[in-house]
Nanobody
Framework: QVQLVESGGGWVQAGGSLRLSCAASGGTLRSYRMGWFRQAPGKEREFVAAVSRDGYILFYGDFVKGRFTVSRDNAKNTVYLQMNSLKPEDTAVYYC?????????????????WGQGTQVTVSS
């Protein structure tokens, strides 16, 4: 069973950037399709991005609009989410998730394993 640990969250001013990392242990990351989700207080969990096992198939939530980039380094057992041009509405807890079975998915219910989340706060 794979364990996922997110890092890289923090406080940033609007227009700034953050790079989130999701490190996997207890399993080989290349075996999993990976997703990023977020949840703001009082709101439902929202799909952010997903990446196929080989890193070539990418999906993004509609709100991303070219600001975020998901990538993975299977040799390092790590998935990344580069977030640029951050807005106050991007404030949320960000989670990474893994799923073993195809396809690469945008729905949280399709994922098998979840990290504990990392807080991202964007001030105006």
């Amino acid at each position: 069973q794979v364990q996922l640990v997110e890092s890289g969250g923090g406080w940033v001013q609007a227009g700034g950037s953050l790079r989130l990392s999701c490190a996997a242990s207890g399993g080989t990351l290349r075996s999993y399709r990976m997703g990023w989700f977020r949840q703001a207080p009082g709101k439902e969990r929202e799909f952010v991005a997903a990446v196929s096992r080989d890193g070539y198939i990418l999906f993004y939530g509609d709100f991303v609009k070219g600001r975020f980039t998901v990538s993975r380094d299977n040799a390092k057992n790590t998935v990344y989410l580069q977030m640029n041009s951050l807005k106050p509405e991007d404030t949320a807890v960000y989670y990474c998730a893994a799923k073993a079975e195809r396809p690469t998915a945008t729905m949280g219910g399709a994922y098998d394993y979840w990290g504990q989340g990392t807080q991202v706060t964007v001030s105006s």
